[in-house]
């Protein structure tokens, strides 16, 4: 079929979006380059060398997220785009979008979810790379019905723009770990943690000013954004529980495959389509997708600090005074020497210095 002449879908919009124009374009392209950076630097600098090792001595969240990432989405995708009976242009930006590896947005959920942040960056990272093959491979498999494989274009220089803001910002994370003290890594990680945040609501706010009218559009549209990520989580859930991952792992494998990479998505739309009404609808479901997921990511950071703060109250340990403290460490030294405490001359000097602290 030959997409030009096919763009009157059942539930296409009859006035489509206005694109970016070249400096708002350029301006949102900037921040996201800026908010992946700190996201990235943020989350290094709370890994070590060893800790990305040992997630990939055992890679089963990585094979987790290529078959949910790469398999189950794509095949979901064309499945909603049948279901909700969506336009050419529609169904083959849900496709794209669903076959896209993970964003760095994930990344900054597990952290904030106090997931595990070695696994989810070794997942973003992997899904990044196999996606040079595995894109091409779900788009030539989803998309035939409705256009020809070589109209679309991988945008190859982006895969690898969007694979260097993971690793090359991780890394500098990784040396300051290594070179500076730990509460300068703790302020650095929240401090880049909170521009990175500030910096997904502020391209949200960029792009609903910039496209006001892809608010407007149809209940299927928001109804597929907001159900196209509970998908990846869902899945990436169910099947890291049938492997018995911890509850930690579940949640960052889930994370994972719930947040796709918008931006590559996007890219690959306008790349692969002239300017005009087609691409500017083809644009809708990402941009509508991008929001909808930040939201959803934020309410089940919430969601899990709450619970966790109900169900993980601290225990109360009793304290004890200085004077039981010394008594303790008296029969202690007393037992080391063989003697009785009284029979022990300066054990309660000896005592005094070794008491740190009087609760426990």
Not at 127 to 150: E, N, R, V
Not at 197 to 221: C, D, H
Not at 241 to 260: A, D, L, P, V
Request: hydrophobic letters at 45%.
């Amino acid at each position: 079929m030959d997409l030009m002449n096919a763009t009157n879908g059942t539930n296409a919009t009859d006035a489509a979006p206005p694109e970016f124009d070249g400096t708002l374009g350029k301006v949102d392209q900037i921040l996201t380059i800026a908010t992946l950076v700190f996201i990235m630097v943020g989350m290094g600098a709370t890994q070590t060398l060893k800790d990305l090792v040992g997630v990939m001595k055992k890679p089963y969240g990585v094979i987790v997220g290529f078959v949910v990432q790469f398999a189950l989405m794509p095949i979901t995708g064309f499945g909603l785009a049948h279901a909700f009976s969506l336009s050419p242009a529609l169904s083959i930006s849900t496709v794209i979008l669903t076959c896209c590896p993970g964003g760095s947005m994930s990344n900054l959920f597990t952290y904030f979810s106090l997931g595990d942040v070695s696994l989810s960056i070794c997942m973003t990272t992997c899904s990044t790379i196999l996606a040079i093959g595995m894109m091409p491979l779900d788009i030539f498999i989803f998309t035939g019905k409705w256009t020809s494989d070589s109209q679309i274009a991988i945008p190859y220089v982006n895969v690898a723009t969007s694979l260097a803001t993971i690793v090359i910002p991780t890394v500098v994370g990784m040396l300051i770990n290594w070179k500076m003290p730990k509460k300068f890594t703790n302020i650095l990680t929240q401090v880049c943690s909170l521009i990175g945040l500030l910096g997904i609501f502020a391209g949200i706010g960029l792009r609903a000013y910039a496209n006001p009218e892809v608010y407007i559009s149809s209940w299927e549209i928001w109804v597929l954004a907001a159900i196209l990520p509970m998908f990846g989580f869902i899945y990436a859930f169910l099947i890291s529980s049938s492997i018995h991952f911890s509850y930690q792992k579940r949640r960052t494998t889930g994370i994972e495959c719930g947040c796709q990479n918008l931006s590559l998505a996007l890219t690959i739309i306008n790349l692969s389509f002239p300017l005009g009404p087609l691409r500017a609808e083809m644009q809708i479901l990402p941009s509508v997708y991008g929001p909808i997921m930040g939201v959803e990511g934020f309410i089940f950071v919430c969601c899990y600090r709450a619970f966790r703060r109900l169900t993980h109250k601290e225990k109360k340990v009793p304290t004890i005074t200085d004077e039981e403290a010394l008594a303790v460490k008296e029969v202690q030294v007393a037992v080391k020497h063989r003697g009785h405490p009284s029979e022990v001359k300066g054990s309660s000097l000896l005592a005094e210095k070794n008491i740190q602290t009087t609760s426990y």
